[in-house]
């Protein structure tokens, strides 16, 4: 069962595979956003996951802990989660305008309307 | 004093004036602070480059807090010429900008749009000053957002949907960069490029390794528009505003193509990504593709903005092409043409922007004869499309010819006279345009068209000069990019 | 100094000239008059110039890569036609162009003149990158003048112009060009050639089929449809351009490629020039069927300049002095026989409406004078005496005879029976056959300002008669260092 040790990647790549498939196979435009922001998550727990020691303790100093998970990667995913939040942000606000202009956020709708002249 | 802060300046003044923008309500004013931050982001980069060019690369520390702790910003050569780029097509864009923004953006939304811009400036610039990887990231979502934002307030409705497509594979793309930059910390710990690039070579063989090259590699190839990925791309310059399309086509896709070369030879190494893992094997077919199929595309468009998206995609392969030749004068062509390329489509999009300001619509067959009425803007796109073909004293020759030449002296033959084929669709697309604005007879709604005016016409022509300019003396451009490349070559391990 | 700035002066003065025509739109005898003033001048300068001089760099963008100009024969005698023959065919346009009452006149000679200035870039390019910036401006500013008529039909001609000259250029010239550099690292015109070490034959064959055919000014088959089909532009630029200016700077940029480029004991020793000798011989005699089965006058008169080109091909391609000498004099000789004969086609034109030559019988009676200079046009292009292409003719055997080809003597007897064949008629006709019943009896010339040009480029081909043997001598003063050697 040596692959079971890593069990975090394997949660991550089966996040990442869910949150792609959205993106890709769905038309409905909130549900692409959906599928982003899963992706975008798999790859901060793959970030905060590295960070982890085993037996390790929070970062702050203290008497006799000898271990200390590394913060770093923690920090880095914070401005992640920021960007993430904004790129979300942005995309709704986009799927609102669409909506006002179009009547439809469904991918294959607009597609229609924009081709007729 | 203020000297030494230039590499943070650059990128920290047009980040502050952001904010500014917005609250700011004049147009007048808020269109002149910006201007002014283009102007003094030109300004620093052309210090920059000299600095560097007389003192060799500058590595800044951001307050001071030494690498690994903290923030390095490092600038070489390269990076001097993309921010030079970068700054120059800023200043030249918002000069000229003024009337089109204008016209194209709702009033309230004005300060918005500067802001935006602002941003994008700061992002761009940021990815290319930045000594640090995991900055790289937060750069590029910097430039990348903001970019959506003014794509989407292009006035056609299409607009929102070009935006909301280059959202989805830009933030894929960026997600990409940054699982990779994730691998890259796991393996070495440490974020920064010149850590990276000294620790690497320790553990080249994991697979960890090769998965954060290949993460990194579609990842930027997906900013950079190289063919497959390139869908986004034509939508988002067709239908935004004329001011964004002129600067996203002269800088954004170059600033993504110097991160590819950053990573490539200053984290990787050469010998890693095309000795160990031959590279090149896959991005010279997809390069030659993008090549003949989007100019084989660009000659079938109705749309005057989307025929030149077209050909920057085709343009796109021909700067991968040069990385692709795996040599120290592939590399040079490939940056002359990133310079040389920058220069010739934002001439192009701002000469079709007064068009578009004028008529309202960048359809061919809308435009017919308006030669006539619009003489000097008609000269910019003669000339402008002349250095797209590579016709000789333009900027596009020089960048041809060294691109040629590198592929000789690899004895790739077969690339060479590719190179030299795919000029014959540059011209059928060029030509067949300035045919229709040459010859039909003028329609309505070109008829009664005044010239641009002056405020537009100056910068616009500023490009074209420096285009043929750039053609006759090419100390800038090939002095600056022969050492560029070989600086790259010289650090690889 | 003086000499360099000479060189330069005359590409400026034809551009600058070019300006102010397009400044003085307005007023049309202003206009031409500046078109005058700046030809001649031009000429003069020309003239003021030495016959030789060392290279001037304008500006070197890289090592080895530069704008320079210089002075020799080929370049000079060229330089010297071209700019004599732009003030008569100045003359000539304005006669042609009032009467013909063209609309975008002032557009016509603006980019004539430019198209001129880039001719002397051409002539006094002293490199082969220099020249192929000149090449290609000259390509650019002569669609304008083949579009002129803006007309559907000038339209796809103009595609086709541009299409096989920038086509050629662009990718088998530009080519070509890369892999003498590669091969040689420079590619400044010197004597005997850029290439001083050994390359295989192979290579240099290939790199020199690939520099022939991409020279596609000088119409060598098959990149030859482009002449035929700008002969839709107005005649005066039939006359200079495609008859003198645009080819002639194909064979020049041929035999300078020929001569300073590749070397002329290079390619005699590898056998490169010999592979292309057939395609060369093969266009002078298709080309002059083609032309004899042409009714149109101007058409028929192009595939002769198609056909007549590639004797100055051949010229080069035996790759000795005489070949050389020979296709420089028929460089010119030619240009005034072909410049007169398209006077004449223009001047039918505006007098009588005529293009077909099916409808010109008769025509003598009406224009006694264009077909006096017709006729010795025709026969300058046949080659008798008393004109001047009877000494390029005998160059050329001479030539041929050097380099041991016997069958091109065949070729040539055949071309000019077939010369005959389609020029002579036409005089003949004109002057047998009795007019159309619906013409008007008596005379109707063309415009007196045709008729002094076609006077001018007449005499021209009589006088050249007798200077041609110190053109000659002038050519291989040039040439004679660089040559088989054999010259004392």
């Known amino acids: 069962m040596n692959w079971l040790i890593h069990y975090n990647y394997w949660i991550v790549i089966v996040l990442m595979m869910i949150g792609l498939y959205l993106v890709i196979a769905r038309a409905n435009l909130v549900r692409k956003v959906i599928g982003l922001n899963i992706f975008q998550t798999s790859v901060f727990i793959l970030f905060i996951s590295i960070g982890a020691s085993r037996g390790a303790s929070a970062p702050i100093l203290a008497e006799g802990i000898q271990s200390y998970a590394n913060p770093l990667p923690h920090v880095l995913i914070l401005t992640a989660i920021v960007v993430g939040v904004a790129t979300t942000a942005l995309a709704l606000a986009l799927i609102v305008r669409i909506h006002e202009e179009y009547g439809s956020i469904d991918d294959s709708s607009i597609h229609d309307q924009d081709d007729e002249p | 004093m203020t000297a030494e802060h230039l590499p943070i300046l650059q990128v920290a003044v047009p980040l502050a004036l952001a904010p500014v923008c917005l609250l700011i309500g004049n147009r007048h004013l808020v269109w002149l602070l910006a201007t002014a931050g283009g102007l003094f982001t030109f300004v620093c980069a052309a210090f920059l480059m000299v600095s560097v060019f007389n003192q060799g690369p500058l590595t800044y520390y951001l307050g001071g807090w030494e690498a690994p702790w903290g923030i390095a910003l490092a600038i070489d050569l390269l990076s001097a010429f993309i921010l030079l780029l970068v700054g120059l097509v800023a200043t030249l864009t918002l000069i000229w900008g003024k009337a089109s923004i204008e016209n194209e953006i709702p009033g309230e939304q004005l300060s918005l749009f500067y802001c935006m811009f602002m941003l994008a400036v700061t992002g761009a610039l940021g990815i290319v000053a930045t000594g640090d990887a995991f900055n790289v990231f937060v750069f590029l979502e910097i430039s990348s957002l903001s970019s959506y934002a003014m794509i989407a307030m292009g006035r056609d409705r299409r607009a929102l949907t070009s935006s909301f497509q280059y959202l989805v594979m830009g933030t894929i793309g960026a997600t990409f960069i940054l699982i990779a930059i994730g691998l890259l910390y796991m393996m070495t710990g440490t974020l920064n490029m010149a850590d990276l690039a000294a620790r690497l070579p320790a553990v080249r063989e994991t697979t960890t390794v090769l998965a954060a090259f290949a993460f990194l590699t579609v990842g930027v190839s997906l900013k950079i528009a190289l063919l497959p990925l390139h869908q986004w791309l034509p939508n988002a310059y067709t239908y935004a505003p004329s001011v964004v399309s002129a600067f996203l086509s002269a800088t954004s896709t170059k600033v993504s193509l110097y991160l590819l070369i950053r990573f490539f030879y200053t984290v990787f190494g050469a010998d890693f990504v095309f000795r160990d893992h031959g590279l090149q094997y896959i991005l010279m077919p997809l390069s030659l593709i993008a090549i003949f199929a989007a100019s084989g595309i660009a000659i079938f468009q109705k749309d005057i903005k989307r025929m030149l998206a077209y050909s920057s995609i085709a343009q796109i392969g021909y700067m991968t092409l040069g990385i692709a030749l795996v040599s120290q004068s592939g590399l040079a062509a490939t940056i002359i043409t990133m310079f040389n390329h920058g220069l010739i489509k934002g001439a192009l999009f701002l000469a079709i922007g007064g068009i578009f300001l004028r008529t309202g619509t960048s359809q061919l067959a809308k435009l017919g004869g308006i030669g006539r009425t619009m003489p000097w803007t008609m000269g910019a796109v003669v000339i402008g499309g002349c250095g797209l073909i590579g016709v000789p004293l333009t900027a596009g020759f020089v960048a041809k010819w060294y691109l040629i030449v590198a592929a000789l002296e690899g004895a790739a033959w077969v690339v060479a006279s590719a190179i030299v084929l795919t000029s014959l669709l540059t011209v059928v697309y060029v030509w067949r345009t300035v045919e229709i604005l040459y010859f039909k007879t003028p329609g309505d709604s070109v008829r009664d068209i005044d010239e641009v005016p002056m405020s537009m016409l100056i910068p616009t022509w500023l490009m074209v000069a420096m285009v043929i300019w750039l053609g006759i003396d090419t100390t800038l451009t090939v002095g600056l990019a022969e050492q560029a490349a070989a600086m790259l070559f010289d650090v690889t391990p | ?488």
């Open chain 3, 1 to 488: 100094m003086m000499t360099g700035t000479l060189i330069l002066t005359s590409m400026a003065l034809p551009a600058v000239g070019g300006c102010l025509v397009a400044l003085a739109g307005r007023w049309p005898n202003i206009r031409e008059a500046i078109t005058l003033v700046t030809a001649t001048s031009l000429f003069l300068v020309i003239l003021g110039l030495p016959g030789a001089s060392g290279v001037f760099t304008i500006a070197e963008p890289a090592p080895g890569f530069s704008l320079a100009f210089h002075i020799e024969p080929l370049g000079y005698v060229f330089a010297c036609l071209a700019s004599f023959l732009w003030i008569v065919t100045s003359i000539y346009a304005i006669g042609y162009m009032r009467a013909h009452n063209e609309p975008n006149q002032t557009r016509f000679y603006a980019w004539f003149a430019v198209a001129i200035g880039s001719v002397m870039g051409i002539a006094f390019a002293a490199n082969m990158l220099t020249l192929f910036v000149f090449y290609e401006a000259l390509t650019l500013a002569t669609w304008p003048l083949v579009t002129h008529s803006q007309t559907d039909q000038a339209r796809r001609s103009g595609q086709l112009y541009l299409g096989i000259l920038i086509g050629t250029s662009m990718v088998l010239l530009l080519l070509s060009i890369a892999l003498v550099w590669q091969i040689t690292g420079s590619v400044d015109f010197k004597a005997g050639g850029v290439f001083t070490e050994p390359v295989s034959d192979t290579i240099l064959t290939i790199v020199y089929a690939l520099f022939i055919f991409g020279v596609g000014k000088a119409a060598l088959m098959p990149f030859h449809g482009w002449l035929p089909a700008a002969m839709v532009a107005p005649t005066p630029v039939s006359a200079l351009l495609h008859a003198v200016a645009v080819v002639k700077a194909g064979v020049f940029t041929i035999l300078k490629g020929t001569v300073y480029l590749f070397g002329l004991d290079n390619l005699s020793d590898s056998g490169a020039a010999e592979m292309l000798l057939p395609v060369a011989a093969l266009t002078i005699i298709l080309g002059s069927v083609i032309a004899m089965r042409q009714d149109n006058l101007k058409a028929r008169l192009a595939y002769s300049t198609v056909s007549q080109l590639s004797y100055i091909v051949v010229g080069a391609l035996v790759a000795n002095t005489l070949g050389v000498i020979a296709a420089s004099l028929h460089m010119v000789m030619h240009a005034f026989g072909k410049i007169t004969l398209f006077f004449c086609a223009g001047g039918i034109m505006v007098a009588s409406h005529k293009t077909e030559i099916s409808t010109m019988g008769g025509l003598g009676r009406q224009m006694p004078i264009t077909m006096a200079a017709f006729t010795i046009g025709a026969i300058a292009i046949i080659g008798l005496p008393p004109m001047g292409v009877i000494w390029s003719k005998w160059y050329l055997i001479a030539g041929s005879i050097e380099g041991q080809y016997w069958w091109l003597i065949g070729v040539f007897a055949i071309s000019t029976l077939l010369n005959i064949a389609y020029l002579l008629p036409i005089p003949l006709q004109g002057l047998m056959s009795s007019p159309a019943a619906d013409d008007h009896p008596g005379w109707h010339e063309a415009p007196i300002p045709c008729l002094i040009a076609m006077g001018i480029t007449a005499t021209g081909c009589v006088a050249l008669f007798f200077f041609a043997p110190a053109i000659a001598q002038y050519l291989s003063s040039g040439l004679a260092p660089t040559g088989s050697g054999d010259q004392p």
